[in-house]
């Protein structure tokens, strides 16, 4: 069975860059067809998806956040990576890293990670 962990600083300081590494274990990166996705829960607010680096290493960001989002793998780490630049207060969330599968009537998020807490503040 697939695991995922979240890792990276619980602190970043506004306008910097936050860096959150997922972990995957039990299954590929690469194998097909699989959507490695990024989502994020600001507090007292719903799930929020972030983008997806795709099996096939193509990428895809959710138009909010595509000017300051950048995913990327390491296949002999079977890790892949979110950076999101010129962070704010507005940035702070739980973060997630998921894998995702389309299927006919839409995306399904079946496997993730237990999430990870990143506050942006001076």
């Known amino acids: 069975q697939v695991q995922l962990q979240e890792s990276g600083p619980g602190l970043v300081k506004p306008s910097q860059t936050l860096s959150l590494t997922c972990t995957v274990s039990?299954?590929?990166?690469?194998?097909?067809?699989?959507?490695w996705s990024w989502i994020r829960q600001p507090p007292g607010k719903g799930l929020e998806w972030i983008g997806y680096?795709?099996?096939?290493?193509?990428?895809d960001y959710s138009p909010s956040l595509k000017s300051r989002t950048a995913i990327s793998r390491d296949t002999s780490k079977n890790q892949f990576t979110l950076q999101l630049s010129s962070v704010t207060p507005e940035d702070t969330a739980v973060y997630y890293c998921?894998?995702?599968?389309?299927?006919?009537?839409?995306?399904?998020?079946?496997?993730w990670g237990q999430g990870t807490q990143v506050t942006v503040s001076s």
């Open positions: 998921a894998r995702r599968v389309d299927y006919s009537d839409g995306p399904y998020f079946g496997s």
């Open positions: 039990g299954g590929s990166i690469t194998t097909m067809y699989y959507y």
């Open positions: 680096i795709a099996y096939s290493g193509g990428t």
